[in-house]
Nanobody, 113 residues
Framework: VQLQASGGGLVQAGGSLRLSCTTSGIIFSTNRMTWYRQAPGKQRELVATISSGGHGTYVDFAKGRFIVSRDNAKNMVYLQMNSLKSEDTAVYYC????????WGQGTLVTVSS
């Protein structure tokens, strides 16, 4: 199983980024996928989850700003992040199977104020 997040970068506060996660080695369409993030000096935290059917759930800080989606034909999951804040600065990871599951390399998002 391989996961790889991409799409991070430097953005000004109020801007947007779209993260992508490619997957291989799994039957993607039947799996729930999750985005986590880890800010400098902090523990990794959950951001959003998308069910196999495409239903997204979000933690409070992501509600109304972030949108999780998936393309089962491409085995990819996305995280559209809008109205970014400096506190969104973190390495973002896609995950399969929860904390003890599979992790890909993260992608760094830096939001400048």
């Amino acid at each position: 199983v391989q996961l790889q997040a991409s799409g991070g970068g430097l953005v000004q506060a109020g801007g947007s980024l779209r993260l992508s996660c490619t997957t291989s080695g799994i039957i993607f369409s039947t799996n729930r996928m999750t985005w986590y993030r880890q800010a400098p000096g902090k523990q990794r935290e959950l951001v959003a989850t998308i069910s196999s059917g495409g239903h997204g759930t979000y933690v409070d800080f992501a509600k109304g700003r972030f949108i999780v989606s998936r393309d089962n034909a491409k085995n990819m999951v996305y995280l559209q992040m809008n109205s970014l804040k400096s506190e969104d600065t973190a390495v973002y990871y896609c995950n399969l199977g929860g904390p003890s599951g599979y992790w890909g390399q993260g992608t760094l998002v830096t939001v400048s104020s």
